[in-house]
């Protein structure tokens, strides 16, 4: 790590118009860099680790130092190459070309597994990117949260009448995605009990304000459940324990679980907590990672199997995780059926997939200045511009209520083909006429409608069988580079472990500028398109009915 690189001061993004670099768009780089670290954002800061287990910001210490100085004194008409979070090179390009290119945990496919990987971590070689750890567009919990809210509320729509409330959802996992889902069934009037090994993650989302309660043991835990499902109010309890151990308690208990999931980092065996005392656990990763590897595989199989069965058992069972259920496949675990499709279903397939098919993901901004108000003025906005959109306004009200900012002011919102071209305009209007005190750093999650190939997750049983064609989230890249973008990048593995998935991230900043607004126009229509024609190419009919009606040009269908 080279820790004798680590700044003294710890390391939080610059608020203000005061730029240290020579562009907005290179000191946007480094602030929401910067952000990604910020102890309040990240989940291991002396480790450089944001979120998802391993998923860094850069490769150690040494190599971030050389990245800010590299961004201070990047040209208008330069561009810096960084390789799995080391700065490699420097090129002269244009001015309206992406300011970083970013490639993070690539391997050639045959040797694209967790074991290589991790030898050339070892060397110094390689970092694990995550999605938007190592991509510089993290935005702590929010970032996922509407995502969470809208599964669930999908969910509820399907199965319970259109609400949560009266119901418990059971799910795992109190880490920097995963304290989304107490909040998101809350916000969906449903009760929520998460189990998390690490007793601090829960308090530390209790004081974010993504979870209610902790419970002191289990029987408290379900003493509170029924309290508040007979009350049918949205509430959250946290329980400091081990999924693989509490789940197969409720099935004993014959306690009614309504929904089921998970959120845990099962991508890689080291970041997944086995059963047993914690500490012990803890110590045995650092003495024996290979026993620690053999026990967290056996808790993973024991906690995908008690989700098959509480699905059997009536509950409504999805994946959320990071490959909870691939993991226990390899373990040896029965997770298909005899067609080769999952015995419960991924969220993407089951709920978001016609989401994606209109070119809607989590789209994000951030607010460069640091102010909350230039946020709740882009909140106005939005509302203004959107007016019909009454789950938009749903959201920005539950939003505002709930979801405390963390390091720099941002908000996440699902917007699709030509709905982000129309606000990016008005994010970038708002700017110009000085309605917001600094430039906004616009971006989106890399699981977006067009940017990711994920069998395992978000192109889980896709309708043609292309589940893992990784062309889409590279020719992405490409065309955002084209379009305009300010800094691209390119990853292997997030949410679901190395060799696994391919995604690409993209961010653009709007400065107020002419010239920006018409890369925005370029840039925010390109990118939900990937999305448009991916599903189109893919045979879903909602996917070609909407490029027929705006306008996505298609050539097999013109």
Known sequence: MYYEYQPKETVKAQHGITLRCKTWEAEAALRMLENNLDPAVSLVYDELIVYGGAGRAARNWKEYQTIVRTLKNLEPDETMLVQSGKAVGVLRTWA??????????????????????????????????????????????????????????????????????????????????????????????????????????????????????????????????????????????????????????????????????????????????????????????????????????????????????????????????NNLRGQAEKGGLKVRDEQGQFLYPGFVPAYIRPLFCEGKGPFRWAALSGDPQDILRIDRALLETFPDDKLLARWIEKAQAKVPFIGLPARVCWLGYGEREKFGLVINDLVARGEVSAPIVIGRDHLDCGSVASPNRETEGMKDGSDAVADWPLLNALANCASGADWVSLHNGGGVGIGNSTHSGMVIVATGTPEKAERLKRVLTTDPGMGILRHADAGYELAQQVARERGVQIPAME
Not at 213 to 223: G, M, N, S, W
Not at 288 to 314: V, Y
Request: aromatic content about 6%; proline content about 3%.
């Open 96 to 321: 309206h070309a992406p300011r970083v290119l970013i490639a993070n945990s690539n391997l050639v496919p045959a040797w694209s597994t967790q074991e290589h990987f991790d030898e050339l971590d070892k060397l110094g070689l390689m970092m694990y990117g995550q999605m938007t750890a190592g991509s510089w567009i993290y935005i702590a919990t929010q970032g996922i949260l509407q995502g969470t809210y809208e599964t669930f509320a999908a969910v509820a729509e399907r199965h319970f009448s259109g609400t949560l409330a009266g119901t418990v959802t059971v799910t795992a996992g109190l880490g920097g995605m995963s304290g989304a889902q107490p909040l998101a069934v809350t916000m969906n009037d449903g009760v929520c009990l998460v189990i998390e090994p690490i007793d601090e993650r829960v308090k530390q989302k209790m004081r974010e304000g993504y979870l209610d309660e902790q419970a002191h043991d289990l029987d408290h835990a379900l003493e509170l459940c029924e309290q508040y499902r007979q009350e049918r109010k949205g509430w959250s309890i946290g329980l400091t324990g081990n999924a693989a151990t509490v789940l197969p308690e409720l099935l004993e208990r014959g306690y009614r679980i309504d929904i089921v999931t998970d959120q845990t980092s099962a991508h890689d065996l080291l970041d997944y907590i086995p059963e047993g005392d914690i500490d012990a656990v803890l110590q045995l990763r650092k003495d024996n990672p290979a026993e620690f590897r053999r026990q967290a595989l056996a808790s993973i199989m024991k906690h995908c199997q008690a989700i098959i069965d509480m699905q059997t058992a009536g509950a409504v069972a999805l994946d959320y995780g």
